[in-house]
């Protein structure tokens, strides 16, 4: 399983940002896939799953200001990012993985890309 990440760059707070997800090697359309982050000295953030039906999830520290999506005819995943604050400055990884219960357990990540907010 590939997954490729893009789109990261810098944006001042405020701003908005989407980071896409292109994956290959998997049946894409069967997967939860997510985003996570992780900022220097912190431990790594789950910001954002997505089911294969379109259902999502988000912690409250992004709720109302991200959304993921995704498009299971081109296997890529988004992550709009609206309302950014300079605490949202990670690396942000894609990866694909499942539910067990109501906990989401990663199994294939991609390389991230950075994302830094100004303030």
């Known amino acids: 399983v590939q997954l490729q990440a893009s789109g990261g760059g810098l944006v001042q707070a405020g701003g908005s940002l989407r980071v896409s997800c292109a994956a290959s090697g998997r049946t894409f359309s069967v997967y939860d896939m997510g985003w996570y982050r992780q900022a220097p000295g912190k431990q790594r953030e789950l910001v954002a799953t997505i089911s294969p039906s379109g259902s999502t999830a988000y912690p409250d520290s992004v709720k109302g200001r991200f959304t993921i999506s995704r498009d299971n005819a081109k296997s890529t995943v988004y992550l709009e990012m609206n309302s950014l604050k300079p605490e949202d400055t990670a690396v942000y990884y894609c990866?694909?993985?499942?539910?067990?219960?109501?906990?989401?357990?990663?199994?294939?990540w991609g390389q991230g890309t950075q994302v830094t907010v100004s303030s």
């Open positions: 990866n694909t993985g499942y539910y067990k219960g109501s906990y989401y357990y990663p199994d294939y």
